[in-house]
């Protein structure tokens, strides 16, 4: 893998009326998309890598001091990701990048790992790096053998600064990957009682029942299979 590039940069009523509209509008977007701000470790977002995941590049934003960027000579307008493996095998994730007139553009990564918990930001060092590409190759791809019950981190970069969208692919590799997580409070009850049903992991939930929080309560008369829809932040659903 190539480690080098070259150098890259008259009714005031009504008008206040209005106007507080539009603050409210502006404020309802700044919180929707604070949700989708992963530009250090600590907001880190967990990916499935079960179908394709696909987000906002982001553009003019440096990377956080601290960790061992390894192969990256330059770490522009961070994304940071983690996923965590639940058995061992081979990760093969394919990474993109794409403008806003669907252009291909130069994107970069890191990953680190293995770590037992999602306390890895303070972990992020040379010893822990399993796999990084500084290159104009396109696309990336991600390769190296992940094991079973731990975390590891990713980081993509948006080396041009141009605006458009980063594109994880699913992984290809005999790994498999966390994704939803569910629980039931009890999976044998009598007529009349109640059951509580949670799924987790997602960003939003479709149960067949139309319930859309992420737990239910149901008092089924028969046997009754209950399932959800659970979508990720970047639009995979499960």
């Given at each position: 893998?190539?480690?080098?590039k ?5 009714k ?15 404020l ?90 999602t ?51 699913p ?68």
């Open positions: 893998k190539i480690s080098h070259g150098n890259i940069n008259s005031p009523n009504l008008m206040r009326k209005k106007l507080l509209k539009t603050i409210s509008f502006c309802l977007l700044l919180n929707f998309n604070k949700g989708f701000t992963q530009t250090t470790c600590a907001t880190a977002k967990q990916i499935w890598l079960t179908c394709a995941d696909s987000l906002t590049s982001t553009t003019n934003v440096s990377s956080q001091v601290g960790p061992d960027y390894g192969c990256l000579a330059t770490q522009p307008n961070p994304n940071w990701f983690y996923f965590k493996v639940t058995q061992t095998g081979t990760i093969d994730i394919t990474i993109s990048q794409k403008d806003l007139s669907n252009g291909t553009t130069d994107v970069d990564f890191i990953c680190w790992g293995p770590f037992s918990n306390n890895f930001c303070s972990g992020l060092t040379a010893s822990n790096t399993v796999d990084c590409s500084y290159s104009a190759t396109y696309p990336e791809i991600a390769n190296f053998t992940g094991v079973a019950g731990s975390y590891y981190v990713l980081l993509t970069t948006n080396y041009a600064n141009i605006a458009g969208k980063t594109f994880l692919a992984n290809t590799g005999t790994a498999i990957i966390e994704t939803v997580a569910s629980n039931v409070s009890n999976d044998t009850i009598c007529g009349g009682e109640s059951v509580l049903l949670t799924a987790s992991g997602g960003y939003s939930y479709l149960w067949n029942t139309s319930g859309t929080n992420d737990s239910i309560v149901e008092s089924p008369m028969s046997t009754t299979t209950y399932t959800a829809a659970v979508t990720h932040e970047f639009g995979c659903t499960l």
